[in-house]
């Protein structure tokens, strides 16, 4: 497996993170993605796995009992997991988005410290439910609203285009308007638990890929302590945190994708050319362009989680706000969503029918399903959109 540069992380223990994900990776989530993907299922076996090796609270810091991992030690969980099942490092991305953007934004509240050592002790698993029906896929809108009670309470009822996970996780972070007078911009992030909220009206979900991420329509409803709204707007946390971290961790699952296809397309060269060995100079060359894209994307990949390490500020809302470092998240985005897709169809070039097949070795039609998600995962039109704005008032270059 191949995953991001380990220069960012230095030498690995055995019990590191990304060691034990390297394990987990290659002897359960491998062993049942087809199931995964067939069935449309939850990846059980892959989360009960990372829940034994305390992965789910990796973003917690150490101060809070987790392993405190940085964003080279996730991005590269992503991508070692994704070489095994796509929807599994999907999950694990955006559960570790939640946990990140928590830790970010609590403010010295001392119950959401008590809840992220909740987190450790229970290895629970945290969903999102920020799209909503009628906004139109615009993340920084919403419709359902928090309406207070007199004893320091809070409930509402949300209808979620996308509920991701959410039948199979333990809580869920939602998006809603501060109150019914506020406008649609005027945000919450809330955090519900289990027991907590019900879902109802939820959908399918047989989708072209990404199938065990269980992401079906539902509408939920819920309630919650004062306590279980983040102090800072969710402007500020999607600005500072949400969506800085969301383009890494998911651009680490599509580099994941198509280093396990460069690899399966590899094996299969090599095979052939113990057999044929004047049979394979096409696909050589085929093989040769597309190392240098899996290196490209990982590059990219890279140099986003430094500027992130090394920036001084890296969550404040005035400095992931400014136009070039929205342009630049941006650009990642877009360019590992489309580099995957283009990776994982040139591999199949490659291998040929085998590639094309649903069963195999071989087989890369998991890989092409997946891939095409990418792109769809706030739509890259939207976010060609909004860099041609920043365009025209950013100054540099």
């Known amino acids: 497996m191949v995953a991001v540069d380990s220069s960012l992380i230095g030498g690995c223990a ?76 999907m999950i694990f991305a955006m559960h570790s988005v939640q946990v990140v953007s928590i830790v970010n934004h609590r403010r010295g509240v001392a119950a959401v410290d008590d809840y992220l050592r909740t987190i450790v002790e229970e290895e629970r698993l945290i969903a999102s439910a920020t799209s909503e029906v009628g906004i139109e896929g615009d993340l920084r809108r919403s419709i359902a609203f928090v309406e207070r009670a007199l004893d320091d309470r809070f409930c509402f009822e949300k209808a979620a285009s996308a509920s991701s996970y959410c039948e199979h996780a333990d809580d869920l972070l939602l998006s809603l308007r501060r109150d019914s007078a506020s406008a649609a911009s005027d945000q919450v992030l809330a955090l519900v638990m289990r027991g907590e909220f019900e879902l109802a009206d939820v959908g399918s979900w047989n989708a072209l890929g990404m199938r065990g991420t269980c992401s079906p329509p539902a509408r939920i409803s819920g309630r919650g302590a004062a306590w279980q709204i983040l102090p800072d707007s969710f402007r500020d946390i999607v600005s500072a945190t949400m969506v800085p971290a969301s383009h890494i961790l998911w651009a680490a699952v599509w580099l994941g994708i198509a280093v396990d ?6 094996r299969f060269l090599q095979i052939k050319s113990r057999k044929e060995p004047d049979g394979v100079a096409i696909g050589s060359n085929r093989l040769g362009a597309l190392s240098r ?105």
Do not use: W
Not at 261 to 266: E, G, L
């Open 293 to 397: 894209a899996v290196r490209t994307m990982r590059s990219q990949l890279d140099a986003s989680i430094r500027a992130t390490l090394e920036c001084d500020r890296p969550f404040d809302p005035e400095s992931t706000s400014q136009p070039g470092a929205v342009l630049a998240i941006n650009d990642l985005k877009l360019s590992l969503s489309e580099g995957v897709v283009e990776v994982v169809h040139q591999a199949v070039q490659i291998v040929g029918i085998t590639a094309y097949r649903n069963e195999g070795e071989f087989s890369l039609a998991r890989h092409l399903r997946d891939a095409y998600s990418a792109p769809l995962m706030i739509n890259n039109d939207r976010i060609r959109a909004t860099n041609a704005d920043l365009l025209l008032v950013h100054k540099g270059s």
């Open 261 to 266: 296809a460069h690899d399966r397309a590899r």
């Open 14 to 89: 055995p019990d590191h993170p990304v060691e034990i994900a390297t394990k987990i990776s290659r002897e359960i989530a491998a062993a049942h993605a087809g199931d995964v993907d067939l069935r449309s299922r939850f990846p059980s076996e892959t989360f009960d796995a990372l829940r034994r090796a305390k992965l789910l609270s990796a973003a917690v810091p150490i101060e809070l009992g987790g392993r405190g991992c940085d964003f080279a030690e996730l991005a590269e969980i992503c991508t070692i997991l994704a070489q095994g099942c796509a929807s599994s490092a």
